[in-house]
C-alpha cells in the first residue's frame, strides 16, 4: 500500500504488521522506555476502572435488590447506570491512583514505531534505490 504525501511525488511504505503478543507488550513495556511505562500505567488504570465499575454494578444492584426491595427486572434495568457511572468513577480513581508518566497518544505511536523496528529485524528486504548506477 501506499500513502501519497503532499508533495505527489513522494510515497511512504505502510507496512501490515502482525498483532502484537502478549509477550511483545510485556517486551515494550520493559525495553520502551518511558512510553513502555506508560502503556504499564495506562494497563494498570484499565485494570482499577475495570474493578471499579463492577464493583460499582454489584454495589448498585445490591442496594436496587435488598434496600429498595425492587424486582429483578428493576435490577437489571439499572446495570447500565450503574456500569457508565462505575466506568466514569473508575477513571478518575485509576489515573489518580496511577498517574499517567506520557501521553497515550504518543505512546500509542511509540510502541507502533517500535513494533515496526522490532518485525524489520527480522525481514529479508531488498533496497532499490533509482538512479542506480547502472542506469547511467
Known amino acids: 500500500l501506499y500513502f501519497i504525501a503532499p508533495p505527489m511525488s513522494e510515497k511512504t511504505i505502510v507496512a501490515d504488521l502482525p498483532e502484537m503478543t502478549a509477550a511483545d507488550c510485556s517486551r515494550f513495556e520493559k525495553e520502551g522506555g518511558i512510553w513502555g511505562k506508560q502503556y504499564a500505567v495506562r494497563r494498570q488504570q484499565v485494570q482499577a476502572m475495570a474493578l471499579t465499575a463492577g464493583a460499582t454494578v454489584v454495589g448498585g444492584a445490591l442496594f436496587a435488590r435488598v434496600v429498595r426491595r425492587n424486582t429483578w427486572l428493576v435490577v437489571a434495568g439499572t446495570f447500565p447506570?450503574?456500569?457508565?457511572?462505575?466506568?466514569?468513577?473508575?477513571?478518575?480513581?485509576?489515573?489518580?491512583?496511577?498517574?499517567?508518566?506520557?501521553?497515550?497518544?504518543?505512546?500509542?505511536?511509540?510502541?507502533?514505531?517500535?513494533?515496526?523496528?522490532?518485525?524489520?529485524?527480522?525481514?529479508?528486504?531488498?533496497?532499490?534505490?533509482?538512479?542506480s548506477p547502472r542506469d547511467s
Open 81 to 131: 447506570i450503574f456500569g457508565i457511572s462505575g466506568l466514569a468513577l473508575g477513571n478518575v480513581v485509576g489515573v489518580s491512583l496511577y498517574p499517567s508518566v506520557a501521553e497515550n497518544k504518543e505512546t500509542t505511536m511509540m510502541r507502533r514505531t517500535w513494533w515496526a523496528k522490532e518485525c524489520a529485524k527480522h525481514w529479508d528486504c531488498l533496497l532499490y534505490t533509482s538512479p
